[in-house]
């Protein structure tokens, strides 16, 4: 699960990326809203944690430019102020959600949990493809009818490959899917994980494009 992280308040953005580090989230963070704009408009995130209060464009202009242009990543936002009246403008302007600060990083966990599961339930049905079944919802994988057990690496991975059948990704694409835009990976981690994919489910289901990158045929 990617999650770009949108907070100029430096302390909070280091706690919060402390405590989602620690469960099974990529979180890349930024400090402004043009920034957030520019990267949920580049890049795929599954889930967007904004504050309102920022520099160079708030969080409501950030938002609202989001839906304008059909981004429909979840969003929970954050907001420091009182009263609801930014509460009611954000939801109305297409937050899913918003925890008012401060609060607890446990319940802004089970938040993210929970968004996840709506728009899992809603974007992301069981993918079934060569024997092999994921399901978004509770991250499970079954092979054959078998259950697989998965890192968080190999999962992302796999859901990747899955979710784009019949397209090459690049080792770019799917470090960025593993690590967002950390620069200090392990140049070969990601041939680790994908030979661990082909021993746990078979070796023929990942193809190696030598150069490029990997696939996944929706046909043998
Ligand atoms: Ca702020």
Not at 5 to 16: K, M, P, Q, R, T
Not at 48 to 68: C, E, F, H, N, Y
Not at 95 to 107: Q, R, V
């Amino acid at each position: 699960m990617r999650v770009l992280l949108v907070e100029d308040d430096e302390s909070l953005a280091n706690g919060i990326l402390t405590a989602l580090r620690s469960e099974s989230y990529t979180i890349d963070p930024v400090n402004d809203g043009r920034s957030a704009l520019h990267a949920v408009s580049s890049e795929h995130f599954d889930l967007v944690i904004l504050d309102l209060g920022l520099p160079k464009l708030d969080g409501l202009s950030v938002l609202r430019a989001m839906r304008d242009r059909s981004l429909r990543t979840p969003v929970l936002i954050l907001t420091a102020r009182d009263g609801i009246k930014d509460r009611i403008a954000g939801l109305d302007a297409g937050a899913d959600d918003y925890l008012i600060k401060p609060f607890d990083t446990d319940e802004l966990k089970a938040r993210l949990r929970a968004l996840l599961r709506r728009s899992a339930g809603r974007a992301a049905p069981i993918i079934e493809m060569r024997d092999v079944t994921l399901n978004p919802g509770n991250q499970q994988v079954t092979y054959q009818g078998q259950m697989i057990s998965l890192s968080r690496n190999e999962y992302l991975l796999l859901h990747e490959l899955l979710s784009q059948p019949d397209r090459v990704l690049t080792r770019d694409q799917l470090e960025q899917c593993l690590y967002g835009w950390a620069d200090d990976v392990d140049s070969n981690t990601l041939e680790v994980h994908i030979h661990h994919l082909r021993k746990k489910l078979y070796p023929q289901l990942i193809r190696t494009l030598r150069g490029v990158g990997y696939m996944i045929e929706s046909r043998p």
